[in-house]
């Protein structure tokens, strides 16, 4: 791995000449091979240097890593890929991102790790192993949030002890920032992109801080951008969620012809849920080989809320379900390593943290847990649950960016009609942000995920044409 220096000085001076460049023969980047395991695409790799602090350009430098798979024809520009999280990683998603053949003929797609994840500067705050699990604020039995208030004092210690100068620096407002210096090491004077879940408020927030410097845009399963609450509303947006896409699971669930069948009919599945989560909150079951080691009525909505995410979901979540209802083994769900768990959890409460300020009176989240409770059974209160963010150490050193409808009218926005982690009523409150930049095609389907994710031929050739040729529909869509 080879790392580029004072490539920004040498863009300035060539700004002129970038323009006609093509990506291939961009003057700031060296290109090494980075294949992914399992597929046959040939894919390179490069190390930016971008700074740490972008309002002190010429200060201190922090590597990030992209990768590239170059157009297969003529290319017509760079397609970003924005990864969702915040925390996940993208530096292979050029390679296993199952992209229609014309568009990996027209564009250089285009890959990177945000600030602080995997290869681009890790971060870490070395949490207690249970502590990195704990992201997702899950009250007690009967809402109680004392736990979750030593959790979050713990994990914001944690934080403050190890995460370093990186870890302070890392924000939305950043990341876009980051995305503007990759436009420029690739030697265009714009760029399309796809952002996905969380990558749809950084897509959203690059189209508000450089707007002339977006060409086509595609923001798939999107945030509220409420500039007041952010991830707060993101967060509380779970309770909706939740119940949109409950009643997929249920029909699923009741079918005759399943053989995971948990119930008579639809209507009986919602209450045998909650029963059950009722249950372990007053005796957990032994979970051996998970973390921890006890299945509790956390850890079923905790399933619930992966369980949910996709249709192939389901039959782990029933499984669960059923071992729950007759005391037998449960599957233990695959989760990431120790190590790129940390970093996504640093990398997540950096970000919803540094984003925007979060409540920190205690009482007052108690009681807001309570009627939350009242209101939506599934989520047990925990959309409006003290997380980390109620003990963060630091306040955010910048404005969340207000998205607006000043701008190209160059955003297309799909979105599944009952998605658990952002729900349809979320995405059109960024569809009214953007105003008349934006036509939002909406996929009759559930889950987290709608471009190629679905198979909704009316929601994924509507995206394809209007990457490949620019066109949108006149007006919103329903698929």
């Known amino acids: 791995m080879k790392v580029l220096r004072r490539w920004t000085a040498a863009l300035s001076a060539l700004s002129l000449l970038v323009v006609a460049l093509p990506a291939s023969a961009a003057p700031a980047t060296r290109w090494e091979p980075c294949p992914v395991a399992g597929s046959a695409e040939r894919q390179e790799c490069a190390t930016l240097t971008v700074p740490l602090d972008h309002r002190d350009p010429h200060g201190r430098k922090i590597d990030l890593r992209i990768s590239r798979i170059p157009a297969k024809g003529t290319s017509r520009g760079a397609l970003v890929i924005i990864p969702g999280g915040p925390g996940n990683s993208g530096l292979n998603r050029p390679s296993t991102v199952n992209f229609p053949a014309e568009i990996r003929e027209s564009f250089d797609l285009i890959g990177f790790d945000p600030r602080g994840v995997g290869q681009s500067s890790p971060v ?26 030593a959790t979050a004092k713990r994990m914001s210690e944690a934080c403050a002890r190890n995460g370093g100068d990186v870890l302070r620096h890392i924000s939305t407002r950043n990341e876009a920032r980051d995305i503007d210096e990759i436009r420029k090491a690739l030697g265009r004077s714009k760029i399309s992109y796809w952002g996905l879940s969380y990558g749809t408020y950084v897509g959203a927030t690059y189209a508000t801080l450089f707007p002339q410097r977006t060409d086509r845009v595609v923001l798939d399963s999107s945030d509220d951008p409420d500039p007041r ?64 080691p006890k299945l509790n009525g956390n850890a079923l909505r905790e399933t619930l809320l992966r369980g949910l995410s996709t249709d192939a979901g389901f039959p782990l979540l029933a499984r669960t379900m059923a071992a729950a209802r007759d005391g037998s083994p449960a599957p233990v769900p695959v989760l990431p390593p120790d190590a790129v768990l940390q970093n996504i959890s640093a990398v997540a409460a950096a970000t919803i943290c540094q984003d925007v300020t979060w409540p920190r009176d205690i009482d007052r989240i108690a009681r807001d847990v309570q009627r939350n409770r009242a209101r939506y059974p599934l989520t047990a209160g925990m959309p409006a649950n003290a997380g980390i963010c109620s003990s963060w150490p630091h306040q955010p050193a910048e404005r969340p960016v207000e998205v607006t409808s000043h701008g ?9 009609r009952r998605d658990v982690a952002t729900p349809l009523s979320g995405a059109w409150k960024l569809r009214e942000a953007f105003g008349r930049r934006a036509v939002m ?39």
Not at 453 to 478: F, I, M, Q, S, W
Request: proline share 9%.
């Open 229 to 292: 609450r952010v991830a707060r509303g993101w967060l509380a947006n779970y309770a909706v969620g939740f119940e949109d896409r409950f009643p997929d699971f249920a029909r699923w669930a009741a079918d005759p012809a399943n053989p995971l069948r948990l119930a008579d009919s639809p209507d009986a599945v919602r209450p045998l849920f909650l029963d059950l989560a009722a249950k372990l909150d007053r005796a957990p079951q032994d979970w051996p080989g998970a973390v921890p």
């Open 408 to 416: 190209p009218a160059n955003v297309l926005l799909v979105q599944n």
């Open 124 to 149: 870490s705050c070395g949490m207690a192993a249970a502590d990195a699990r704990r992201l997702t604020p899950w009250p007690g039995p009967d809402g109680d949030i004392s736990e979750n208030i």
């Open 441 to 479: 095609v909406t996929v009759d389907a559930g889950g987290h995920g709608s471009y190629l994710a679905t198979g909704n031929a009316c929601g994924d050739t509507t995206v394809t044409k209007y990457l490949l040729g620019g066109a949108r529909p006149a007006h919103d869509l329903h698929c």
